[in-house]
């Protein structure tokens, strides 16, 4: 069954504090991987989308990086206003999306 | 704003009746899709369509949710008979080639 796992759940930063949120897969035949962020009550944002292993994409404050089995999104030197659900999806067959539960972080100032 | 658009924004409905969301996609893309997200939880796939064609539904699409795409423009999703456990967002997302999400309806069932 193909899975995706996100760690951690949830992160407390305080502001400045660089990070990385995982993404871990088990999918037979990756077609795509995609960030969202998410703010509370709202639909998903699109960040990234990522297709092969080695594969980087930045935008301000935001690296994403795929490997074979995974995907780590870096926060450099956040601040509050980043604060949010971060999701990551798969695209294994088809066209949907496969989701994780997302990480849920928090940066105080 | 060119963004997808959802409407109503929050519906709360009784048990047993019937409720239908709208979906206005990004005009150009001709790919539409709905998800049910609960508390906690990533976005579930529920149906996708090209166009008009309706070409994929999930498991999660029990026989009271039906949707529909008249002329490849707007969608609708129906939930006929609603059960509490129906409670969610419904969010709808439209591509060309990355998915583009809406903000979603808050579907509450009493």
């Known amino acids: 069954e193909d899975q995706v796992t996100q760690s951690p759940e949830a992160l407390r930063l305080q502001e400045g504090e660089s990070s990385s949120l995982n993404c871990s897969y088990t999918?037979?035949?990756?077609?795509?991987l995609f960030w969202y962020r998410q703010d509370p009550g709202k639909g998903p944002e699109f960040l990234f989308t990522?297709?092969?292993a080695g594969e980087e994409k930045e935008k301000e404050r935001l690296k994403a990086t795929l490997t074979k089995k995974e995907s780590f999104l870096h926060i450099t030197a956040p601040k509050p206003e980043d604060s949010a659900t971060y999701l990551c999806?798969?695209?294994?067959?088809?066209?949907?999306?496969?989701f994780g539960k997302g990480t849920t972080l928090s940066v105080s100032s | 704003d060119t963004g997808v658009s959802q409407n109503p924004r929050h519906k709360i409905t009784k048990r047993g009746q019937n409720v239908t969301f709208r979906c206005d996609p990004i005009?150009?893309?001709?790919?539409l899709y709905w998800y049910r997200q609960t508390l906690g939880q990533g976005p579930e796939f529920l149906t996708y369509?090209?166009?008009?064609?309706?070409?994929?539904k999930s498991r999660l699409l029990s026989d009271r949710f039906s949707a529909e795409r008249p002329k490849g423009s707007f969608s609708t999703l129906e939930i006929q008979r609603t059960e509490q456990g129906d409670s969610a967002m419904y969010l709808c997302?439209?591509?060309?080639?990355?998915?583009?999400f809406g903000p979603g309806t808050r579907l509450t069932v009493l």
């Open positions: 999918v037979s035949g990756l077609r795509g």
């Open positions: 999806a798969v695209r294994v067959r088809g066209t949907a999306l496969i």
């Open positions: 997302a439209s591509s060309s080639e990355d998915q583009f």
């Open positions: 990522l297709y092969s």
């Open positions: 369509f090209q166009n008009e064609a309706q070409l994929e």
């Open positions: 005009s150009e893309h001709n790919r």
